[in-house]
């Protein structure tokens, strides 16, 4: 397999074809993010460089994927679009003068490639052999051919709006796949022949990629990618993604798709062309073209002008357990989605629970004494390794617990160094739960039975024992979350405890005390519909440092395990599963003293299904700017204002897309309809309106004047009746 990879651009599409599987990296990249020009939109790499197209700053980055470091900025022409690697240089379409350039990749000195084409260059493509170098022009509607040993170069007319590019075969017996700006087909070209033959799949076919023996193409217009065989050219699927699909790139059975309009990537498994996950990107993004290199996907995220590298996992918590395993861990980092696996010490840990895509939850195997590898593996072969990021103790204490979403238990201290030991708590013990395993050792943080025979009331029990605590709403006014507190206790224990719904918003409480908890219907959870994973939001301090504090619905239901860090302090959630009835539960959270006795909160809660009251309305306002602006107006923020209040803070979906005035000859329309719409994002979320915001720009506007000066704001909303 050739080192060389190339993928598309916000216009063109480029896939190697048959990928390999990649295999964990021995250390992890940290570094989530790269700064690169204005307006990234895919990569080609040599070696250990990642050459990256700015389309909106008129250069090329270079990046050493050794330290994620930009080595050098090269300055190509007006709006590079698209690149491809063959040989010792790298061929970039040059969109806004309709030429093709070369760069070489070790001088990187900059040349022209054959004549003008007259007309704007959207895609580009090597060959396998590299011997020849295919680009779409656009307008003209033709592909030009590149003879890379001699910069020679000929025509295939007649292809309607040619944009992405793809190429699958070898030698004379190579097909390219051709996207479209227009209609909905992809156009075939058999290049033995030359013959172009059209292939009907979705609207607005953009970027096709060949992966295997199929051709997958994103249809922007229609949200979904179509699979074409390639001995056939029939479309054997259609799937669903997120909004505007741009580029696809393969690795070993997995296909990963840019949701440009989404910002998210989604995860399509080659055996079943299902979306098996997706994968959330920061608000504000907007992906473009991918690589995946070294067990990493690198993602040109046009609005934000970064190279985005995912996955990343840079911490545990805790970092110690004992050889026999069963210690609760979190694991923090970027880029996380459902499917995820995770090993310590080269053996899979159980439990593992993707919270959220910066935190997965999981309980350690058992392993050797001394420092283990901590690797997160994403479906697609993609992995994040934090190196000895565990150390297995040669205490044969016990683990932390169950933890995780299966609410498993387990033995009682963590076995490192100021953890609880794996014995009962002194002074006047819960009685043992009938939920509790049979067999030792006991788990002390297991649900007393003793907890829900307080009533209604508040319940704090101390090594057994009922003790005072005040339990009041986080603030006067629209309350979200309850605060707890014990002053009379050394040290005294407060926490902080929220319940969030699907779409991600507070549900706040019912009545002055009683927290209000949302059951997670079949089908929800990270990155399905558009909906995240209900769960109980909590926070605390005056607990025993690097020590395990579980989450119990009672009677029988185990939420999960949250771990303190080295001053007794924790923070985090736990997700409320599938199937929990409406109604008055008891939340109880166990946690250690510092002292080893243990710290039992018990409060009521009551637990709703989803419901949407009301009906589902929209509010639209257009939000105008200041000539080359992307500063808010008194008036916008009046209108803003305005939508806010109308909309209240439980919104599901908020689009806020920018534009620039048609008249404006700066290269930086996009850059700076992007930041516009940023703009009226962010004064909204300052303003709390809480949803799924999707924050674009989308450059000239088709209007002159003030029309063309603005961001168009829709906001999908609950209207209570």
Known sequence: MRSRVTVAGVVVAMLVVGLPTISPPASAVVTSTIAVGDGPTGFAKVGSKLFVPNSNSNSVSVIDVNTNAVTATVTVGNTPTAIAAAGSFVYVTVKGEGKVKKINTATLAVTDVGPSLGAPTHGIVASTDESRVFVTAQIDNFVQVITTSTDATSTITSVPSPEGIAVAGSGAGSTLYVGSSTGTSISRINLATNVVTPITVGTTPRNPGVVGSYVYVPNYGSNTVSVVNTATDAVVQ????????????????HVFVSNATAGTISIIDTATNTVVSTITLPAGASPRGMLVSGGKLYVADFAQDLVRVLPTATAVSPSSGPTTGGTSISITGTGFANGATVSVGGAAATSVNVTSDTTITAVTPAGSAGSADVVVTLPGSLSATITGGFT????????????????????????????????EPTGSSPSTPASSPSTPPFD???PSASASTGGSEPRLLVGGTATAVTVNP????????????????????????????????????????????????????QGVSGTTQPVAVSSGDGLKANSPVKFYLLPDQALGTLNTDDGGAYRGSVPIPVGISPGSYTLQVNGFAPDGSVRSLNLTVLVRSEQIRGTIARAKAPIFFDVLSPKLTPKAKRTLRSLARKVGRGAIDIRSIGYV????????????SSRRAQAVASFLRALGVRGDYVVRGDGRGGNSGAKSRRVDVQITYRKTS
């Open 392 to 423: 297995y103790t040669g205490s044969s204490g016990g683990g932390s617990g169950g933890g995780g979403s299966s609410g498993g238990s387990g033995s009682g201290g963590s076995g490192s160094s100021g953890s609880p030991s794996a014995v």
């Open 238 to 253: 259609t799937i669903s993604v997120g909004t505007g699909p741009l580029a696809v790139v393969g690795s070993g059975s």
């Open 444 to 446: 002390p943080l297991s």
């Open 661 to 672: 005035q048609p008249t404006t000859l700066t290269s930086n329309d996009q850059s700076l």
């Open 474 to 525: 986080d603030r006067p006014r629209n309350p979200v979350a309850l605060n707890v507190n014990t002053p009379a206790l050394d040290p005294p224990l407060r926490m902080r405890l929220e319940g969030r719904g699907s779409q991600g918003l507070p549900l706040g409480l019912h009545g002055d005390r009683v927290l209000v908890l949302q059951s997670a219907r079949t089908g929800s959870g």
